[in-house]
């Protein structure tokens, strides 16, 4: 079980949200797949991740690119690679069925959310920490006379 630490917070309420509903959702399956790892355990966290996904890596994007953050390209990049990996797991296992779901395949699918959290979201996105306020516009303030008198 993943354990939800103050320390794992990038200091940016949504995300911190979303990364704790993404550990929610690492340790629900954790605790299905212990009691049954098939495909109907393996399927239904697939579908809840899939939207979160979605939703998730969008919302910080935006976010990203709201505050000018230095390293968006690279963070896009690993967010890009996360989805085709968690699409490679449904193409092979739910489109293609190119294998049958079994423990080994569950463990594999644990593996990846596992590494998951530990080298994006405590990794890439720790970087994030401190660096996600928004641009403030170049222009000058209302209140300010031109020439900054």
């Known amino acids: 079980m993943i354990e939800w630490r103050p320390e ?9 949200s979303d990364h704790k509903h993404l550990v929610e959702v690492i340790n629900a399956f954790e605790a299905a ?4 790892a098939s495909e109907a355990v393996l399927g239904a966290t697939m579908l809840r991740l899939q939207d979160f996904v979605i939703d998730h890596f969008s919302r910080e994007e935006a976010i990203q690119r709201a505050a000018d953050y230095p390293l968006y390209d690279e963070h896009k990049r690993e967010h890009d690679a996360l989805v085709e990996r968690l699409t490679d797991f449904a193409r092979t296992y739910f489109i293609l069925r190119r294998r049958p779901v079994d423990r080994e395949v569950v463990a594999a699918f644990a593996r990846f959310l ?24 170049r222009r000058a303030s209302p209140a300010a006379p031109p020439g900054g008198r």
Request: overall charge positive; charged content about 30%; glycine content about 10%.
């Open 33 to 36: 797949a212990g009691r049954e």
């Open 8 to 16: 794992m917070s990038v200091g940016h309420p949504d995300i911190d």
């Open 114 to 137: 596992r590494e998951w959290v530990i080298n994006h979201t405590l990794g890439a996105d720790l970087r994030m920490k401190g660096r996600l306020t928004p641009r403030k516009s």
